[in-house]
Structures are given as C-alpha cells and as structure tokens.
C-alpha cells in the first residue's frame, strides 16, 4: 500500500493538461512520415509543439537538425538567476504569467554552523534580494518558496513534476525532475521570459540517447553509482544536445527518488536533460506526496500510449550498463566524469599521490536528500553507533526540502545522525554551491566527500586545493566512520576496543512507513496565487545588486530604416564563451543589478589588434574593454564588435546579451555564432550577422565607421534576401565593402524593430 499521510492537495494547477498534449500529438503522428516510431522524449517534446506542422513538416531529418517551437508548462526559478528573469519580465509591464511559476530562495543561505543560525544571518544578509523576489511573486501570481523551505529541484519534485510535463527551470539541475517521467530543462533567464510571457521556446531537436539498464542494484551500488559510472563513460561533453533516455527491465525497479538522482547528474554529461518511463514507483510517489489526481490522470495517459516509447522506437545511439556489475563510485577530483570504482579508489589515489585522509563528509542536497537515501545512510550510522563509533571529521547533512527534514526528525532518522556526530544545515544548497563558511583547511591540501552533483575547484569551500569526490550518501557515510580515504566499507573492517568492525550494506525504506510529514507548513506557497497588481515591487534606489531594467529603445528610427553609423570598438579575436563576456564568480552578487555586473563586459577578451586581454581603445586613447564602452554610452555613440568562431558558447547566461547591449552596442559581425547566444542578441534588440566571407573578419577595425545597406528593405518585408552589406569607412577616408549574412526569423525582425523581444512582447500584449 502506498503511504499518504499527507492529505491530497488541491491538483488543478499541476496536472498536465493531457488532453491537449494528446490531442498535439496526434497532429505531429499526421505530420510525420505514416508509421514514425517515436522515443518518450520525442513525445512529451512533441506534444508540447505550438505548431506541429511548422516545425515538423516537410519530410527531412528532425533530431539534430530542427527548431521546435514549444509551450512549456510550467517555470521554475531560484533565488540567484531569478533577479534577471523577473526583471526582464517587468519590462513587458504585463499583469501576470501565462504559466504557472514557482520562485525558490535556497542558492543565498550559508552553511557556517548549523540550521537556524545560518537561515537567519542569510536572511538578514540577503533581505533586498528575497523582499524583491517575494514582491514580485506576489504581483505577478507566483508561488514564492521562502529561505529554508528546501531546494528548488526537491521542491519542484514534491510539488510540482509530474509524468510528461514539459518544464524549463532557471538551473542547470532542473533535469532532476525527470525523476517522475518528465522533461525539465535548465535554461537561462530569457527562456524562462519565453515561457512566462506565452512566446514561443525554440529548442534545437536534441539526438536521443537511449541507455538500456538491466540486471539489479546489490550490495553498496546505488543510483547514484549509475550516473557516476555513466559520467565516466560519457565524459562532461557526451550528453551536449541530447536527451537521455532510459529503458529496460532495469528502470521500473528503481525508486522515483532514486531516478531523479540519475536525471539530475545528466547535467554533468551536458545532456539536455534525462527522463524515464512512468512507472509503478512513480505513482507511488505521487501518492505519497498527496498528488494521487496526478496519478490518476497520468495513468490515463499512460493508456492512451502517452508516457512510454513507442515500441520500435529508435535512439541515436544505445548504451547497455547492466546494474548487477555495478560498484559504487567515486568521481573526481575537481571533475565529475573521472570515476574510479571503489575497489580500484585506494589504489587511484595513492597512484597520484592525493591525500588519503578525509577532512569532511558531506550528504544531502538536491541530489541525494530523499527519504530513502537517508534512511540507508541512518541504517549505517545505526550500524557505526552500535560498534561504540562516531563520525572522525565534520559531518553535515543538508535536507532537501522542509518535508524531508520533518519527516527524517520525526522517524528518529535524523537524531541517529546526530547521535554519530552529524550537524544538520539548513534545507538549502549551502556548501553545494560555494556557500560554506569553513574555516579549517583554508589553503590547504584536503580532501572531502560529498553525495552532491558537481565538483569543480573551489566549488564548496572556495579553496582551490579542496580535492571534492562525489559517491553516494551510503559511501561518504561510511567513510566518515573510517576517516581514511583507503577504507573499503564493503571489504575492510574499522577496529573498535570490541574487535573489528565491519559494515554490512544499507538497507531502508523507498517512502515513510507512515507517510511523509510535512513539517513547518507555512512554508508552502498557497498553490497558483492570484496576482495582486497594486503590490509595489520591492527595490531601493540605493541598492548595489538590485536596479530596475529600463527597457531599451529600439536602435533603428521608427523601427525601420537602417541602423545608425557605428564605430567598430573592437575586433574579439578567439573563444569567446559567455563567461568572458560576463564573468561569474564574484560578479553573481550584481546578477539583479544590470549597470553594476556590466563592469565585467568582455574582461576576459583577447582584442584581435595587439593581442592583449581587456583592452580596447576609442578616439581618446585605450582603456579596459568595459571603460570603452562606458566612454561610447556616455557619448551616446553607437558602436559594433567583430567576433570570431562560435561567439558566445557556453551557458545561456542573458547577461552575456543584455550588458553589451545595455552600453549601447547595436550590432556584432562574427565568424560564426553560438546559437544559443545569437538568439539572445536577438531578443536584446542586437543585429548578430555572420561574415559570408569568414576572412573579411580582419576588413574591419577598431574605430572603422560602419553604416549597413539593405537592411530597411529586410525589416520592411520588401526584400527576402539575407545578405546585408556592411560599408566600413576606415580613418584614410577609404571605403571597404564587406557581405553579412542575417539569420532574423519574421518575429525577430520584429523584436529589433521594437528594441527588444520584451518591448514587442509587451506591445502585443496591449494591444
Ligand atoms: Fe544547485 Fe547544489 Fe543547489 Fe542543487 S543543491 S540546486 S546542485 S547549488
């Protein structure tokens, strides 16, 4: 029987509307080839199409190949890029969201010396930020997730999933909600906008991995040690644009919780995202967590031929692992796609002469804070307590959500790990993102233990020389019992004044035996508010990470004619991802505050004439790269850039698009573009064109005068051609012609018309 302790919450607004989804697809089976097998991925994709026949018509290859225009179902966003997205949002001064959406405040809190004290310093260090965001929530009718209810992708698990759903998240572990059979995509705030603004989400068809499981988990093998293992295989590129999708006789048996690990960690391979076919677990699941209509409605589907592959379905390529020959994993250092197995780690180690005594053991998080991972684990530390043991290094638990951290207290769960030493943080991402405030070990070599997702340098303690290994909880449990990193729990012994001690494998069980509880109730929003339009939205002049985005005026005059004379700033010679143009790290703070992250354009640039990092000049002589453009928007000049290959890859970080353009840059001539960026530039109101010629790159320098032609017939709809030529004055007064090439769709000519893709969202919107 199911365990539902929780009464059954209020469905209407999380169910997927599957109906309609069906209905979606029926059309794409009469658009695509008579017969077409389709992959689960293809489905839910397609069923959320806007316009089967736009994007799937005409015969020809889909995956790899296609843009989908899709209607997501839903949004999710946390505290840190939600600044951006709701800012954006703002300008389109529209009442409310055509979907539903959810705010969550975890990625501010930090971890120093327990859970309450350290919710309440974060609060009070980040007050403005969750003030601003709960005052957006409240006008715009989102449900708002305050500080130390839990993380976003538990949240959106315990809430808000559901099998076939199509959601887009502002967070590179979104895909964790494929967990319960659906496709969640961590995307940049501007996709996000899409979705809460009803414009079309352009997706490029991701290829579709298929990885077959079979056999069974035994021993110490968890899901966790499945992702490890595939993320070896696959590397941190192998998943980049693919979905992966999981089949076989191995899946059903997994836990729902379990799967969302394996979705989640898909984001280390680059995937789009991961999902799997509803299951027996699932429901349960569902159940459990008070959503049975959900259940219900996706049992329906299920029988329509919804949530599952269509048999003969095709993948672009299939990857067996067999469940049964799995160990337990240990990936890293300082990357997530170096795995060693365990019987293998001691010897790894001492082959690369790492340290082989642990400093920290770190469980929880989004990954891996399900009731049954911390069941298993407490199994373990019962184990350790019973032999007269306790944790040798600092042992922290982070609870996912609100829900799991009242229903581990009150199963006595929790207290079996504080018995053993574990101090349990706040229901946040504390020392999984950077925030853990550690003193010791600072500058020093060190190793630690965490059943979190990524371990880049400096990524939880902010100390470089931190060697960060992922596992499972039940492996970083046990090792905290050992302190020594050559430990084998599966084979080796601890010794204890009794004799030695040797662990037996975990146990425990998938969902509470009574039910969840859910804890501090005030916690969860009141589902699909309504907006409250006279709220005021919450932000102070004075503020340094927080400043209201003034929508940009349109670059061209009546939003036609062509673009204004521009003096080329300078030529970008090389790679050139998103972090250079804006750069994370310390900049993160002014994510809300566009004038003050601004100051980080292009920092990082090679400039093409000289060679030289951050260093641009004007008429007046040479500056940093952002200091020249300061100059130009000071004079109200407009200005352009010359880029090189694949301008802008990387992350579709907004800010990227938002800052040049905000200093007043009207247009960027390329090599090539990154998609994903080029887009971006689109939707900020810049002219991104690709050199026909790629050696004309070096025809235009800094200070040239560049003026374009044919682009008012292309706006006007008089000329179809997508060649624009570019007429660069250089200082001798000689004139040089160069061919560009536009890729604007008819919507995003209208976008530059307007100024921005949000200027014209909002025009249509009053219209
Ligand atoms: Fe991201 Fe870590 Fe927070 Fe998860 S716990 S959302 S991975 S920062």
């Not at 190949?65 to 703002?90: I, N, W």
């Not at 021993?219 to 696959?234: E, F, N, R, S, V």
Request: hydrophobic residues 35%; aromatic residues 6%; contains cysteine.
């Amino acid at each position: 029987a199911t365990p539902s302790a929780l009464p059954v919450k209020d469905c209407s607004s999380i169910t997927p509307p599957y109906p309609r989804l069906l209905q979606t697809l029926d059309e794409v089976r009469n658009v695509l080839p008579k017969g077409s097998k389709l992959t689960l991925a293809e489905k839910i994709l397609y069923a959320h199409l806007r316009n089967p026949e736009e994007s799937l018509g005409g015969g020809g290859k889909v995956r790899g190949e296609r843009y989908l225009k899709l209607r997501p179902d839903r949004v999710a966003m946390q505290d840190a890029s939600a600044q951006m997205a709701l800012l954006q949002f703002m300008t389109c001064r529209l009442p409310s969201c055509a979907v539903p959406a959810s705010i969550h405040c975890d990625h501010l809190i930090q971890a120093q010396t327990g859970a309450e004290s350290d919710l309440s310093r974060s609060i009070e260090a980040n007050r403005e930020v969750f003030d601003f965001l709960e005052s957006a929530a409240l006008k715009y009718g989102i449900e708002f997730w305050r500080p130390g209810s839990g993380i976003i992708h538990q949240i959106v698990l315990e809430n808000y999933a559901a099998p076939g759903l199509l959601m887009l998240g502002t967070d590179s572990h979104t895909p964790n909600a494929g967990g319960l059979g659906m496709l969640a995509i961590g995307v940049g705030g501007a996709d996000a906008v899409d979705a809460l603004t009803d414009t079309p989400w352009e997706l490029k068809a991701p290829l579709v991995t298929g990885i077959k499981l079979t056999g069974e988990l035994k021993g110490w093998a968890t899901p966790k040690d499945l992702i490890l293992h595939l993320a070896g295989k696959l590397t941190v590129r192998g998943g980049t644009g693919r979905i992966l999708e999981y089949f076989g006789p191995g899946v059903a048996a997994q836990s729902c919780t379990g799967l969302a690990t394996i979705a989640n960690m898909g984001a280390e391979v680059g995937a789009t995202t991961s999902t799997f076919p509803y299951s027996d677990n699932m429901r349960q699941y569902l159940h459990a967590t008070g959503r049975g209509p959900v259940a219900k409605a996706a049992d329906q589907a299920a029988k329509n031929g919804f949530l599952q592959a269509d048999d003969g379905a095709e993948y672009d390529e299939v990857i067996e692992i067999n469940l049964s020959e799995l160990e337990p994993h240990f990936n890293g250092p300082f990357t997530p796609d170096l795995a060693t197995p365990l019987s293998g780690f001691s010897s790894f180690l001492n082959d690369n002469k790492y340290p082989t005594t642990l400093s920290s053991a770190l469980i929880g998080s989004c990954t891996n804070s399900s009731y049954e991972d911390m069941s298993r684990v407490a199994s373990i530390a019962e184990q350790a307590k019973a032999a007269g043991l306790k944790s040798k290094v600092p042992f922290l638990v982070t609870p996912g959500s609100e829900l799991i951290r009242a229903t581990i207290e009150r199963d006595g769960l929790q207290g079996t790990l504080e018995d053993v030493g574990a101090t349990v943080l706040a229901n946040a991402c504390g020392p999984c993102i950077g925030q853990w405030k550690r003193d010791e070990k600072k500058g020093e070599d060190n190793a630690i233990l965490t059943s979190f997702n990524r371990n880049f340098k400096a990524r939880n303690d902010g100390n470089l020389k931190t060697m960060n290994f992922l596992a499972s909880p039940e492996i970083v449990t046990a090792m905290a019992f050992s302190g020594d990193l050559n430990f084998n729990p599966a084979t080796d012994s601890i010794p204890t004044p009794n004799g030695p001690f040797k662990f037996t494998p975990p146990s425990g069980d998938r969902l509470p035996p009574t039910g969840y509880t859910p804890g501090d109730l005030s916690y969860a929003p009141q589902p699909s508010p309504k907006p409250v339009p006279e709220t005021e939205i919450a932000i102070s002049p004075s503020s340094t990470r927080l400043e209201i985005l003034e929508p940009f005026g349109t670059n061209f005059a009546g939003g036609k004619g062509e673009l204004p004379q521009m003096t080329c700033l300078m030529r970008v010679r090389g790679k050139c991802t998103t972090d250079h143009i804006s750069a994370a790290g310390a900049w993160l703070k002014y994510k809300g505050h566009l004038s003050n992250i601004s100051e980080n354009t292009l920092m990082t640039a090679v400039n093409d004439e000289g060679g030289q990092i951050n260093v641009a000049r004007d008429a007046s002589g040479e500056e940093t790269i952002p200091k020249t453009m300061q100059k130009y928007q000071a004079r109200s000049e407009p200005w352009m850039l010359v880029v090189d290959d694949n301008y802008g890859e990387g992350s579709a970080r907004e800010h990227a698009a938002l800052q040049p353009r905000f200093y007043g840059c009207g247009m960027i001539v390329a090599r090539s573009f990154a998609r994903i960026h080029e887009t971006n530039l689109k939707k900020q109101g810049i002219l991104p064109l690709w050199f026909v010629n790629k050696d004309d790159y070096s025809k235009i320098s800094a200070l040239d005068k560049v003026t374009t032609s044919g682009l008012a017939s292309i706006l006007d709809g008089t000329s179809t051609t997508s060649i624009v030529t570019l007429k660069v004055g250089k200082p001798s007064g000689e004139i040089v012609e160069v061919e560009a090439r536009h890729t604007l769709s008819t919507d995003q000519i209208e976008w530059l018309r307007a100024g921005s893709a949000l200027n014209w969202i909002g025009e249509q919107a009053r219209k």
